[in-house]
């Protein structure tokens, strides 16, 4: 069963499955926590190619969680570990962003790849703290400070609001996207 792409979760699931083969063979998956046990549409591990690993992390236990680590300062053992990491929909929990980015840039092998979604536009819901929205640019900055290249970032589903901008008579309907989506890679080690 797939949610269809117009869902909040079936653009984001859908997202992930058009990248998925930029994961490789052994996947870290950044907040893999399920709150809803069962619920088949945040699942990811199927992603997984036949033969492959996938390890689940998250700051706290849980289903779906492999290991229980910090983001900020993941353990050394993982330094170029990981052929492809995911971060779906947990960026805007982290409290500092270029920090942690710089970490999964570490633990991803030389020229591995990342795959991100967060939001935009989206009520504040706290996991435990919800902390950040981020632009296209903004992303792209951050994973570029990192030490990504070829970053690719989208924007995906949309907020429909009505706004007065500036005092006029009218109000003027707007769209803020929702999402926003992005994979980079890290850039290949450099030779001595």
Known sequence: ???????????????????????????????????????????????????????????????????????HKLPRSWEGRFSGVLCSEVLEHVARPWIALPQLRRVVRNE??????????????GFPDDYYRYSRSGLALLLKDAGFINIETEYAGGVELQLNDHGEDAVH?????????????????RRR
């Open 1 to 71: 069963m797939n949610m269809p792409e117009t869902s909040v979760r079936g653009r984001i699931r859908a997202y992930i499955e058009r990248h998925a083969d930029k994961l490789g063979d052994h996947v870290l998956e950044v907040g893999s926590r399920m709150t809803n046990p069962g619920a088949w549409w945040i699942v990811n591990r199927d992603l997984a190619p036949p033969g492959g690993q996938w390890l689940g992390m998250d700051m706290q236990k849980g289903d779906g969680v492999d290991v229980v680590a910090d983001l």
């Open 112 to 125: 591995g790849w990342v795959i991100v979604t967060t939001l935009f536009a989206f009520p504040e819901h």
């Open 173 to 189: 309907e707007r769209t803020l996207p929702m999402h926003v989506f992005a994979v980079a890679q890290r850039a290949p080690a």
